[in-house]
C-alpha cells in the first residue's frame, strides 16, 4: 500500500522562512506532487518532483529523495496568504509511466503569525 | 494554466435525492479526470477514475451503483450522487490531466477543479 506522512500544524512568522516535510511509502515511484489548498476551496498545484534534488520556483522550493523517500517545500519570505493547508501526494502504482489518480497526505496547516 | 471548472459550487437537497456534478476542462482536452471527495479535517480521497469512452475505475468502498461516473467527451465528466444520504455530505473536487502539457513540459500535472458543497438533509 501506500503511506505519507507530514505534520499536522505548523506556526511561523511573517517574512521568515519554513520548511514542510513529508515522507512517503509507495510502490512504484511516480513523482511526488506539493499542493496548497485554502479553507473551502480546491488544491492548486505548487510543485511536482520525480529526480533526486531540490527545485525552485519562486518563493517555493521542493526537494525530493528518492532513496529515504522523504520531501520537502521550502516557502520563503512568508506572507499572510501563505497560511493554508499544504499536501503531499504520490500518484497510485495502478499502471508504468505517468501518474493516475492521486494518494495525498492529511495536510500541514501552516500559521503564518505577524 | 490549465482551468477546470466545477458546477454546481454548491447544492443542498433532501435525503434520497440525486445530485449531479458537473466538471469540465475548459481549454484543454481531457481523456482522464478523476473524482475525490474531502470530509472536513480529512484528507482528499480518490473515488474514481473517469476515462472519455470506457467505464470508469472505482478504488476500494465506492459504490459504483451510487455514484454514477460519465465521461461523455474530451471536455467532461459527470458524477451523479443518487439516493444521496446525509453521510454522503462531503466537498467533492475533480480533477482532469493535461496530457499535452505531459509531452511538452515534462510535467505531469492535475489540475482540480473548485470543488462542490454536497449537504444532505
Known amino acids: 500500500g501506500q503511506n505519507i506522512d507530514q505534520p499536522t500544524e505548523m506556526t511561523a512568522t511573517e517574512g521568515a522562512i519554513v520548511q514542510i516535510n513529508c515522507t512517503y511509502q509507495?510502490?512504484?515511484?511516480?513523482?511526488l506532487f506539493w499542493y496548497q489548498q485554502h479553507a473551502g476551496e480546491a488544491p492548486t498545484f505548487l510543485s511536482y518532483?520525480?529526480?533526486?534534488g531540490l527545485e525552485e520556483k519562486g518563493r517555493f522550493s521542493s526537494f525530493l529523495s528518492r532513496s529515504k523517500g522523504y520531501s520537502y517545500l521550502l516557502l520563503k519570505e512568508l506572507q499572510m496568504k501563505d497560511s493554508a493547508s499544504y499536501l503531499c501526494a504520490v500518484p497510485m502504482p495502478y499502471s508504468g509511466g505517468g501518474a493516475d489518480g492521486l494518494t495525498f497526505g492529511k495536510g500541514t496547516h501552516l500559521i503564518i503569525q505577524p | 494554466g490549465a482551468v477546470v471548472s466545477q458546477h454546481p459550487s454548491r447544492v443542498i437537497c433532501k435525503s434520497g435525492t440525486s445530485v449531479k456534478i458537473e466538471c469540465r476542462s475548459l481549454d484543454f482536452q481531457a481523456t482522464t479526470m478523476f473524482w475525490y471527495r474531502q470530509f472536513p479535517k480529512q484528507s482528499l480521497m480518490l473515488m474514481a477514475t473517469?476515462?472519455?469512452?470506457?467505464?470508469?475505475?472505482?478504488e476500494q468502498g465506492v459504490e459504483k451503483d451510487k455514484f454514477l461516473i460519465n465521461h461523455a467527451s474530451l471536455t467532461l465528466s459527470t458524477l451523479t450522487v443518487t439516493s444521496a444520504h446525509p453521510e454522503d455530505s462531503s466537498f467533492y473536487i475533480c480533477?482532469?490531466?493535461?496530457?499535452?502539457?505531459?509531452?511538452?513540459?515534462?510535467?505531469?500535472?492535475?489540475?482540480f477543479g473548485p470543488g462542490t458543497r454536497l449537504t444532505v438533509l
Open positions: 509507495t510502490s512504484g515511484f511516480n513523482g
Open positions: 480533477s482532469a490531466r493535461d496530457f499535452q502539457a505531459l509531452s511538452r513540459d515534462l510535467t505531469d500535472t492535475q489540475y
Open positions: 518532483n520525480v529526480l533526486d
Open positions: 473517469s476515462n472519455e469512452g470506457s467505464k470508469a475505475t472505482y
